[in-house]
């Protein structure tokens, strides 16, 4: 097992890395840009070593630096968290080459499921049901072919990256051009690869997704699924699990195909399966996620699981000691991200308390919130018996949370939890277009 690990990363992932290792006897360095000198995971944590100045560029994506500062701390490995390095295989394989464990899967990995479309392909060879669709497009023209073929509405996808860039719908094929340079630029700026490809737009569907642990033995054991249509600009607001209206046979199937994914890409640490599921229950595989996911947290309350704790394991070369039918569901979880609406301080705060209510973040009264980074604050989880004791305590639970000094979309949440469409579970990912952004 590691004696010390370099967390790679800033705000409430850092932190909730940092206190996995406290409880593993784990040494802890945390790193932090000059905007982050006084952020609440760098004082946590057993060392602290500036990377540079506030952008990201010059700090949390430094990999040079970042590298060095593990070394320079004596830091056996290092864990990415979510977003900034967690998916760059260029950094799994600086690590690699200079003796530093990666918490997470292999370099070679995290570049095959990375790119959209050999995984797509990948995931065909496997037998997993994917969203019909094309390879890379070399052009326009080439598009607008297959658009035709396919019928629109189409989504123009980059193959590279994540975080709703690169991705634009297209009604008609008046729209086809603009959208394609559009997503291929952004996608360029963004990844820097522009490479797109084609895909059916499926509406309406949800947006379903199953986390999995794998171990070096090739075991592989699933979590569960998370229910993530609520979206805004392909960013999730609120993710629960168990699906609300999931039948127990497509769980099943879901399941089944999540790990035959995981098996077909050798895949070992956490990752995460995602599909979209249609109205006649048919289900189409649209991406693997490398790495941690921001919503691990309801998956861990109904499991009993340590996800974070595990990919640490994992990367340590300790097997799995549960498997797939040691997995049992219990009750409901939901999480709402908070999100700030603007930069500034922190002037008051109250976070709430009670049975299974966690609010994971890096608030603290006093402390500032730059401009620089995801406007992501904090996640209030909260689990109980039921759905409908869920929403109840989620409700109770967010009147309660006060953050004064920096606007948040606290109401907005509430005005969802409040919805009746949203109660009943059977919701799409074109919920919040419906209710007018």
Request: aromatic content about 6%.
């Amino acid at each position: 097992m590691f004696s010390k690990i370099l967390v790679a990363n800033r705000g409430e992932i850092a932190i909730r890395i940092i206190r996995a290792c406290k409880e593993m006897g784990i040494s802890t360095v945390a790193i932090h840009s000059q905007a982050d000198t006084e952020a609440l995971h760098v004082a946590l944590a057993d060392q602290h070593v500036c990377v540079g100045g506030p952008a990201t560029a010059d700090s949390y994506l430094n990999q040079q630096n970042i590298l060095s500062a593990a070394l320079s701390t004596g830091a056996q490995a290092i864990h990415p968290g979510y977003g900034f390095l967690s998916e760059n295989p260029d950094f799994a394989d600086l690590c690699k080459r200079h003796g530093v464990a990666f918490i997470g899967p292999d370099a070679e990995i995290i570049r095959r499921m990375g790119d959209k479309d050999a995984a797509r392909r990948l995931m065909r060879q496997a037998g997993v049901p994917t969203v019909p669709g094309t390879g890379i497009l070399a052009n326009v023209e080439e598009a607008r072919q297959a658009a035709r073929q396919i019928g629109y509405p189409v989504l123009i996808k980059a193959t590279a990256g994540g975080g709703g860039k690169g991705i634009r719908l297209v009604r008609d094929e008046a729209d086809l051009e603009t959208a394609f340079l559009t997503a291929s630029g952004e996608a360029e700026k963004a990844f820097g690869n522009g490479d797109v490809y084609l895909e059916k737009f499926l509406l309406p569907v949800k947006h379903i997704e199953v986390q999995l642990l794998a171990d070096e033995k090739g075991q592989v054991v699933c979590l569960g699924e998370r229910e993530c249509s609520i979206q805004k600009n392909n960013q999730k607001l609120i993710e629960e699990t168990p699906c609300p209206v999931i039948t127990p046979q497509v769980r099943a199937a879901m399941t089944q195909a999540a790990a035959k994914a995981a098996k077909a890409a050798g895949y070992v640490n956490a990752g995460t399966v995602e599909f979209l599921l249609d109205s006649q229950n048919r289900f189409y595989f649209i991406e693997m996620n490398t790495r941690l996911q921001v919503e691990h947290a309801i998956t861990e309350q109904v499991t009993g699981v340590d996800i974070v704790k595990w990919m640490i394991r994992i990367a340590a070369g300790i097997p799995l000691d549960f498997s797939q039918e040691d997995i049992q569901l219990r009750g409901a979880s939901i999480e709402c991200r908070i999100n700030a609406l603007g930069c500034g301080r922190v002037d008051f705060l109250h976070i709430p308390g009670g049975p299974w209510v966690r609010f994971d973040t890096a608030l603290y009264q006093g402390c500032q919130i730059p401009p620089y980074y995801d406007p992501m604050i904090g996640k209030m989880v909260v689990s109980s018996n039921t759905r409908e004791e869920t929403i109840r305590k989620m409700e109770s639970a967010m009147c309660e949370l006060v953050i004064q000094g920096v606007p948040t979309n606290i109401d907005r949440q509430l005005d969802i939890l409040n919805d009746p469409l949203f109660r009943s579970g059977n919701y799409h990912t074109d919920f919040i277009q419906k209710r007018g952004g």
